[in-house]
């Protein structure tokens, strides 16, 4: 019988020689394509975590793993854990949230993130060590982050999974075939707001729940932020019969995207809810007014012949009064306002005494209502609530 130290001393030796047919099969993966190879990576992708931004992947395309090379935006990595740090959660393609432990290997893609109240980061020149920045499963460079989040979660490239021609797959191989431009789209309600947290998802879930219950087929999209599917999974439980975000376009994030490619993605997944036969979209807006693709998507001519008018959720009475000001003055029609500045009666008070717009909590909201009168009335909501 083996002593303790005789048992400790087996069991590094397994991982030692873990890690070497680890080595060995990645080196194999870069520059080898037979069969027994192939199938030892797909059983490898098999077993690691996936993330919700990878969700439309067909894993059976990848070939080999590429160790070198300048990863791009929505490129797919398969990573390991090094050390956990503010995401200790992975996002499943199903929604659930996994505990990750170093070690644990994840597919990932790469892609920059903006997020005031979390990380500023961006794709990284390099397979070098870099961080999981978003628990839907992205990978970056944290260049900034707030003074009260944790580092972030600290992972190391294990390759970039690429097809049998040896080039990197991408979200967007795996993206939704180009709607059929549609000439009777249904009302958009656009859901925008001052920044992050200050209400969007939760108004955005309640208005859903209002015209569901009205009768009425409601699409949920979400057309800028990072992938994650808490937007998606609130308007879905809310109501929604169809939920869509830039990530089943091929895109991980939308920071630093350019203004025509965010109105292409707006317009396809508006046009693609369309075709399935909903009767009215909400539609949100990632991030505040201040947030570069959110202004210029908001000031687009494209998207505002999109939208019918926008719901605007406020922190604070300063940033609703500030943000309908903002709306008036780039020509967008203001439904209504909501969000985190409607817990307070105070606040609601102090709105309704410097503007003349309804200030509806997500209560208000989900009426239907309240809902289908804020969507369909000629003046949208300014008497929303007492129509």
Same mark, same amino acid.
């Given at each position: 019988?083996?002593?303790?130290?005789?048992?400790?001393?087996?069991?590094?030796?397994?991982?030692?020689? !873990?890690?070497?047919?680890?080595?060995?099969?990645?080196?194999?993966?870069?520059?080898?394509?037979? %069969?027994?190879?192939?199938?030892?990576?797909?059983?490898?992708?098999?077993?690691?975590?996936?993330?919700?931004?990878?969700?439309? $992947?067909?894993?059976? =395309?990848?070939?080999?793993?590429?160790?070198?090379?300048?990863?791009?935006?929505?490129?797919?990595?398969?990573?390991?854990?090094?050390?956990?740090?503010?995401?200790?959660?992975?996002?499943?393609?199903?929604?659930?949230?996994?505990?990750?432990?170093?070690?644990?290997? !994840? $597919?990932?893609?790469?892609?920059?993130?903006?997020?005031?109240?979390?990380?500023?980061?961006?794709? #990284? #020149?390099?397979?070098?060590?870099?961080?999981?920045?978003?628990?839907?499963?992205?990978?970056?460079?944290?260049?900034?982050?707030?003074?009260?989040?944790?580092?972030?979660?600290?992972?190391?490239?294990?390759?970039?999974?690429?097809?049998?021609?040896?080039?990197?797959?991408?979200? =967007?191989?795996?993206?939704? #075939?180009?709607?059929?431009?549609?000439?009777?789209?249904?009302?958009?309600?656009? $859901?925008?707001?001052?920044?992050?947290?200050?209400?969007?998802?939760?108004?955005?879930?309640?208005?859903?729940?209002?015209?569901?219950? =009205?009768?009425?087929?409601? =699409?949920?999209?979400?057309? %800028?932020?990072?992938?994650?599917?808490?937007?998606?999974?609130?308007?879905?439980?809310?109501?929604?019969?169809?939920?869509? &975000?830039?990530? &089943?376009?091929?895109?991980?994030?939308?920071?630093?995207?350019?203004?025509?490619?965010?109105?292409?993605?707006?317009?396809?997944?508006?046009?693609?809810?369309?075709?399935?036969?909903?009767? $009215?979209?909400?539609?949100?807006?990632?991030?505040?007014?201040?947030?570069?693709?959110?202004?210029?998507?908001?000031?687009?001519?494209?998207?505002?012949?999109?939208?019918?008018?926008?719901?605007?959720?406020?922190?604070?009475?300063?940033?609703?009064?500030?943000?309908?000001?903002?709306?008036?003055?780039?020509?967008?029609?203001?439904?209504?306002?909501?969000?985190?500045?409607?817990? %307070? #009666?105070?606040?609601?008070?102090?709105?309704?005494?410097n503007i003349d717009s309804s200030v509806l909590t997500p209560d208000d909201l989900m009426d239907p209502h309240i809902a289908t009168n804020l969507c369909f009335s000629v003046g949208g909501g300014t008497n929303a609530r007492t129509a």
């Amino acid at each position: 019988m083996k002593t303790g130290a005789e048992q400790i001393g087996s069991r590094m030796k397994a991982v030692v020689a !873990i890690s070497a047919a680890e080595a060995r099969l990645s080196e194999d993966c870069e520059v080898g394509r037979s %069969s027994s190879v192939n199938a030892k990576l797909i059983a490898r992708l098999n077993k690691a975590r996936k993330s919700f931004a990878c969700r439309r $992947i067909d894993f059976s =395309a990848t070939d080999r793993l590429l160790r070198k090379g300048t990863p791009q935006a929505g490129d797919l990595l398969l990573a390991r854990v090094e050390t956990i740090g503010h995401h200790a959660k992975l996002e499943s393609p199903a929604g659930r949230r996994a505990t990750l432990y170093p070690g644990d290997e !994840i $597919i990932v893609a790469f892609g920059a993130r903006y997020a005031p109240d979390q990380f500023e980061a961006d794709v #990284p #020149p390099d397979l070098s060590p870099c961080e999981l920045v978003a628990s839907g499963g992205i990978a970056a460079r944290v260049l900034s982050r707030h003074s009260k989040t944790r580092r972030a979660t600290r992972i190391k490239p294990i390759g970039l999974l690429a097809d049998v021609r040896g080039k990197p797959l991408n979200l =967007a191989d795996f993206a939704l #075939p180009r709607p059929v431009p549609r000439g009777n789209r249904p009302i958009v309600v656009a $859901i925008a707001g001052t920044s992050m947290n200050s209400g969007k998802t939760t108004s955005a879930a309640a208005l859903v729940h209002g015209l569901a219950r =009205a009768g009425l087929r409601v =699409a949920g999209i979400k057309v %800028s932020g990072t992938g994650s599917g808490n937007d998606l999974w609130s308007m879905a439980d809310a109501g929604a019969e169809w939920v869509f &975000d830039f990530t &089943d376009l091929g895109y991980a994030t939308t920071a630093g995207l350019p203004i025509p490619s965010l109105e292409q993605v707006a317009t396809d997944l508006v046009d693609h809810v369309t075709g399935l036969g909903a009767d $009215i979209v909400v539609l949100e807006v990632a991030d505040g007014l201040f947030q570069a693709e959110t202004s210029g998507l908001l000031q687009s001519a494209t998207f505002q012949r999109l939208v019918t008018g926008v719901l605007f959720a406020a922190s604070n009475s300063m940033g609703a009064v500030g943000g309908a000001d903002w709306l008036a003055r780039h020509n967008l029609s203001l439904l209504a306002l909501t969000g985190l500045v409607t817990a %307070s #009666p105070l606040a609601m008070r102090e709105v309704a005494a410097n503007i003349d717009s309804s200030v509806l909590t997500p209560d208000d909201l989900m009426d239907p209502h309240i809902a289908t009168n804020l969507c369909f009335s000629v003046g949208g909501g300014t008497n929303a609530r007492t129509a």
